[in-house]
């Protein structure tokens, strides 16, 4: 019974391809996140929904679009997939809404995203 | 601009010793600090946290110390074990900002 889980945990695609990646949670959390780990380990925070509003968007090209369908779910969406988009990406979660405080995330497993 | 850093990529120690993780912060808005831990092909997962107002936080064989006015804190394991052996992140928030550090590799060996 895994609390924050994403699928796929691999994706491999050609650039200029669409694809999306899942996220749900079962913790009754209102609030979730999508992170990006780059090259360089940085984790960076892209979006962040509360109860299926979006409240943080930091710059991130249009091309991801995150789509809340229900507070248990946050999906990724990207089009037009580029080589720079390479990464992990790893959905959080978290009771409160807002960066702040003592606000405890807990994350997914992350999806490595490879394009080709 | 890293406005919060772990200088150390990577740091080993021996079983049962002390493990000190250093990170420091730019940002003078970050009013809390977590560390969270991650195993490869995992999450992150928390450990502890500290609020500014407070110079020590300690659970169980973790204790993070905050020194504001150096804006630098640490987080010590004793005794370090084997399964301690993870990236420790170091992340902080405050002003609507929560930016984490590039992480630090902990090896502890036997």
């Known amino acids: 019974d895994t609390a924050v889980s994403q699928t796929p945990k691999y994706l491999v695609t050609q650039m200029g391809n669409d694809k999306s990646i899942k996220c749900e949670q079962n913790l009754g959390h209102d609030t979730m996140y999508w992170y990006k780990q780059d090259s360089k380990k940085f984790l960076k925070i892209m979006f962040s929904?509360?109860?299926?509003?979006?409240?943080i968007n930091e710059t991130v090209p249009n091309r991801f679009s995150p789509k809340s369908p229900d507070k248990a779910h946050l999906n990724l969406h990207i089009n037009s997939l580029e080589l720079g988009d390479s990464a992990v990406y790893f959905c959080a979660s978290s009771q409160n809404p807002g960066l702040f405080g003592d606000n405890e995330q807990f994350f997914g497993p992350g999806t490595r995203l490879t394009v080709l | 601009d890293q406005q919060v850093k772990q200088n150390s990529p990577s740091l080993s120690v021996q079983e049962g010793r002390i493990s000190i993780l250093n990170c420091d912060y730019t940002n003078s808005m970050f009013d809390y600090f977590l560390w969270y831990k991650k195993y490869p092909a995992e999450g992150p997962t928390f450990l502890i946290s500290i609020s500014s107002i407070k110079d020590k936080n300690e659970d169980g064989r973790f204790t993070v110390f905050l020194n504001k006015s150096a804006k630098h804190l640490s987080l010590h394991i004793v005794p370090s074990q084997p399964g301690d052996s993870a990236v420790y992140f170091c992340a902080a928030s405050g002003g609507q900002n929560f930016v984490f550090g590039p992480g630090t590799r902990l090896s502890v060996l036997p």
């Open positions: 929904y509360n109860n299926k509003e979006l409240i």
